[in-house]
């Protein structure tokens, strides 16, 4: 009795061919597990609109139910009221759009310096955390854990009441501390020369985008150059005379683009010049002093993370501390704090809406407050004020993904 073999034969040309969607009918549509995915995603984003839209059109009607409509023809009236702080030409007569525009200025201002004081303060706090000195250490302890645990809302408040009774008071008998007659300090604020830009002013701002793309390329070159021959070169001074040095001979030599104009103090109230609120001061100064806490311990745990041999290998080539810290610890560090970093950044950011308990009147103050109560326009005024802050956040977000994806290691 022969046994025969059947031979099964594959198709040539690798793998099976897929079978087609629709091979086994209606079902076999659904049970493909890329479809369902796709199908899934549009029936939610279907849902999300949908429930958008429902919600919307409950608003329209609830306010024409009120005898109200929904606009935003408001921003083109006069605001009709006063701004303490303006950066920027401002009067009562000037339209809500302009006065939002104001209150969004003294956000950025108060975001941009406090930033940068957060980082320079967290920075030192960090470094005196990790101290060997005992007393140092423990200092920086202390402020740390009593600063994490107050609420920042007291921190303003606190800040505020120290500024306004630390500066001198003119109505009380004080005067104004001058400096070189150009810039004058009180507890009415710190009144400074107020640029004013003129025909050719455009070719400063060019020379300051110039300065800036070189300094880029400096850096750059420098960082080459370390990493083929080992050999660092100074880029911190020479970028710093560029940034500085070029918008101010293009000034010189243009002569009448920009002018300053010099405050002038009076009897109570300083005249000319451009006045920056003791509200600002103590809003920007108790925001960093908050946030830098956080930043420390960010920062601190940024440098524990790298490892014990990077801080040996340092110490044998000769590297003092510090240096070691600056060339080597840090860099490593901020791939690791920089994250954490952004989420406090934003914080800051955010906390600033805290202004209106001391009458700084930014985003929350302006469109938020008196334009609000004004108008009546509940609904346009938080969509303007959470649509601001969330353009605020996104912006930061994207400077510092930038940066950090800038410093990240890559693979090769």
Known sequence: MTQQSVAISAPSGGAPPRPSLFENGLAGFFRNREVRGVLYQVITIAILFASFAWMGNNVVNNLS????????????????????QRPIPYTSQSTNARAMAVGIINTALVAALGIVLTTIMGLFVAIARLSPNWLLSRIAYVYIEYVRNVPVLLHILLVYGVVINVFPDPRGGGSWVSFFDVAFLSNRGLAIPKPIPHQGFEWVVVAFVVACVAAYVIRRR??????LTGEQTMVFLPSLALIVGLPL??????????NL????IGRFNVRGGLILKPEYFALTLSLSLYTSAFVAEVIRAGILSVSKGQKEAAGALGFGRMRALRLIILPQALRVAIPPMTNQYLNLTKNS??????????IVGTIGGITLNQTGREIECMILVLSLYLAFSLFISFILNIYNRSIALVER
């Open 222 to 227: 420098a960082r080459r150059r370390q990493t």
């Open 65 to 84: 139910a009120l005898g109200k409509d929904f606009s935003f023809a408001f921003l083109g009236d006069p605001a009709n009221y006063d701004i303490n």
């Open 249 to 258: 001979v293009a000034v010189l030599v243009l002569n009448d683009a920009v």
């Open 261 to 264: 104009e010099i405050p002038e």
């Open 353 to 362: 809406s805290l202004a209106i308990a001391i009458g700084y009147q930014d």
